[in-house]
């Protein structure tokens, strides 16, 4: 039998179309291991192509009083991670949804060969119509709220409070998020409650109050018959457009992310709500 006969089998060529291979989660953490081994006592690293910072502080101790350090190690960097996102969402907001109010009240947007300001944030910036009322919207909560909120404020916070600060000043503001966050979690129901436990009145106590006085437009002229069922085409093809990829992304996430399945599903109603209001009760007559 010679050399060649006794030799292992060569492995198999990679079939085209084959599964990507699984993570190395083991030659990962030897990767890491071995940064951090190359580094000198202190936290300075002897190479800058793997900059690991861990004193020998996290070395002493016994295991419980090391598990203990690291722990609070990961904690507050995970706490840091956690406001920077917030401080970066809040300046988000703070500087993009003033811009987009000054494109659409001084019609800007004409500017940049856009039919309309609807035309214009879908194609510029890929948002949905509700998606930037929504930004427009938080621009005076988040503002009313800095150092007060720790967490990121969401749409359903938005929506009790950008009435108050619409009708109320900063403090009013600051006032009802503070009566809310002492009885617990500060959610939209609970923002609602406590304005209504404060007796703090805004200008139209319904979901329209949250419409920015900008987006409301005069009543449009009279049409014909003809003309208005053409609109009543467009209206329901745009619905269908919209709709359509939010339909296919909530089926997917529906199996597997609960928490965005709902926030599609949100969504699609609102582009359903969106639709409805643009027909009449009664069908249109000549």
Known sequence: MTEKDTAAPAAPAARRGSRRRRPDYKADEAAAKKAVATHRPGGRPKSHQNPVFLSPEYDQGSPAERLAKLEALISAAQSAAETSLIVAHNEFVMQAGPALIKIKEDDLWQAGGYTSFKDYFEKKWKYTEQRAYQLIRAVPVIAALKGVATVKINEGQCREL????????????????????????????????????????????????????????????????????????????????????????????????????????AEIRGHMAAAAAAFPQQPPSD
């Not at 979690?185 to 900008?214: F, Q, Y």
């Not at 987006?215 to 209206?235: I, Q, S, T």
């Open 162 to 265: 950008a009435p108050v600060a619409r009708d109320h000043d900063a403090a009013t503001v600051q006032k009802i998020w503070r009566a809310a966050e002492s009885k617990g979690k500060v959610t939209a129901k609970a923002l609602a409650a406590a304005r209504d436990e404060l007796n703090i009145k805004v200008a139209v106590d319904d979901a329209e109050r949250t419409v920015p006085r900008s987006r409301k437009a005069p009543a449009p002229a009279p049409v014909d018959p003809v003309r208005r069922l053409a609109g009543y085409v467009g209206h329901v093809e745009t619905f269908a457009q919209q709709v359509q990829g939010l339909a296919d992304a909530y089926a997917d996430a529906a199996k597997k992310d609960a928490p965005a399945a709902e926030k599609l599903l």
